[in-house]
């Protein structure tokens, strides 16, 4: 919508005048609401035993819970080593909490687990590297 404004002003035999027209517009509703935010624990880095299962939880808020998506993706730092995330993880790649089975991830080995949540407001994102240890 534009709006004009116009300001008249007189003194005695002298008067002046002057207008200006201002354009409003509404916001994008992602302005309004931001994205889901998202964090995994324990945070940043953890070392993990090959041997056992390794539980990741996640904390994520979001101004529409309604629509909101998780998504858990993880992938070795060497590249030669294929994981398949599928057979390597116990339930869904869509909750609040990731299992990795026993015996899956390589001693010495270094994961990068991300999560992804999204909403009608748009994505967010928490990443954390998870060091084995050596047997």
Same mark, same amino acid.
């Given at each position: 919508?534009?709006?004009?404004?116009?300001?008249?002003?007189?003194?005695?035999?002298?008067?002046?005048?002057?207008?200006?027209?201002?354009?409003?517009?509404? &916001?994008?509703?992602?302005? &309004?609401?931001?994205?889901?935010?998202a964090?995994?624990?324990? !945070? %940043?880095?953890?070392? +993990?035993?090959?041997?056992?299962?390794?539980?990741?939880? @996640? @904390?994520?808020?979001?101004?529409?819970? $309604?629509? &909101?998506r998780?998504?858990?993706?993880?992938?070795?730092?060497?590249?030669?080593?294929? !994981?398949?995330?599928? @057979?390597?993880?116990?339930?869904?790649?869509?909750?609040? $909490? &990731?299992?990795?089975?026993? %015996?899956?991830?390589?001693?010495?080995?270094?994961?990068?687990?991300?999560?992804?949540?999204?909403? $009608?407001?748009?994505?967010?994102? +928490? $990443?954390?590297?998870?060091y084995?240890?050596? +047997?």
């Amino acid at each position: 919508e534009s709006y004009t404004f116009t300001c008249n002003v007189t003194k005695g035999e002298r008067s002046a005048s002057t207008q200006v027209s201002v354009q409003v517009s509404t &916001l994008p509703a992602s302005s &309004l609401h931001p994205p889901p935010l998202a964090s995994i624990s324990p !945070l %940043d880095s953890i070392k +993990a035993v090959p041997s056992s299962k390794l539980t990741l939880s @996640s @904390s994520v808020s979001s101004r529409s819970p $309604e629509t &909101l998506r998780l998504l858990w993706t993880f992938h070795s730092s060497d590249p030669s080593e294929q !994981l398949d995330v599928a @057979s390597a993880t116990s339930g869904s790649l869509d909750n609040n $909490e &990731l299992v990795v089975k026993a %015996d899956k991830l390589t001693p010495g080995g270094r994961y990068i687990f991300q999560l992804t949540a999204t909403d $009608e407001y748009g994505t967010g994102k +928490a $990443e954390m590297t998870v060091y084995v240890n050596l +047997a």
